[in-house]
């Protein structure tokens, strides 16, 4: 089914752009942002929707692609890989549910001056549900990519550094929101990049096409 193959080589490459460009407008907006100060001034910038409206998207579409590139090795990488695809696929429905309050709920927060203080104070992520939410998020989607990939290099279907990109910029991601928003957007670009080489190989490997 080659249009099926085709339908996730578009995704990935369709997201990977979106990740990259989403890296690109965060560290615009971050710029002079230190991680302590008052993060309604990062939400009210003028790139803010645009950013987290790509974001979404590129989400969306790479899990689509990232099905369909588990899809190719499925009958090789057996019961890890199932597990390895269905907490990653998990972790990234989390993710983009994360980016939906940032798209609705984030900015009305932080131009209503009632309510900035929400943001502002970091009351928001003191939430205990809050944050075992952004901890289960984290977790999931570190362990999910550390089985897929290995799923993924184990198979030879797609190429090492495909694999080894996509593990590195996950964790760098995941590391990224502890340590530093340059270490996480770092990780985006390395996690978009090997994205982009699963999508080429799936152009390319058309006579080992396994359908699931």
């Known amino acids: 089914m080659n249009y099926i193959r085709k339908t996730g080589a578009v995704s990935l490459f369709a ?6 460009i989403y890296s690109v407008l965060a560290a615009v907006m971050m710029r002079g942002f230190n991680g302590t100060g008052d993060f309604c001034t990062v939400i009210r910038h003028d790139f803010w929707m645009i950013s987290t409206v790509t974001v979404f998207a590129g989400l969306v579409l790479l899990m689509l692609g990232l099905a369909i590139v ?6 090789q990488s057996g019961a890890l890989g199932f597990a390895g695809i269905v907490v990653f696929e998990f972790a990234y429905l989390l993710q983009a549910a ?44 570190l362990l999910g990519i550390i ?22 910029g996950a964790v760098m ?17 390395i996690f978009a990049a090997g994205c982009f080489l699963c999508g080429i190989t799936l152009l390319k490997n058309q006579q080992t096409d396994f359908v699931l």
Not at 15 to 20: F, P, T, W
Not at 103 to 111: E, N, R, S, T
Request: aromatic residues 14%; charged residues 10%; glycine residues 6%.
């Open 15 to 20: 997201g990977s752009v979106l990740l990259v």
């Open 70 to 75: 588990y899809s190719r090795i499925a009958s």
């Open 98 to 141: 994360k980016v939906t309050w940032e798209i609705f709920i984030y900015p009305q927060l932080a131009y209503n001056d009632k309510a900035s203080f929400l943001i502002s104070d970091r009351i928001i992520w003191g939430s205990m549900s809050i944050t075992v939410y952004l901890v289960l998020s984290s977790v999931t989607l």
């Open 147 to 168: 089985i897929f990939c290995v799923s993924m290099y184990r198979s030879g279907y797609y190429t090492k550094l495909s694999s080894v990109m996509l593990l590195i």
């Open 173 to 189: 991601y995941g590391a990224g929101e502890l340590v530093h928003m340059t270490v996480a957007i770092t990780g985006i670009i």
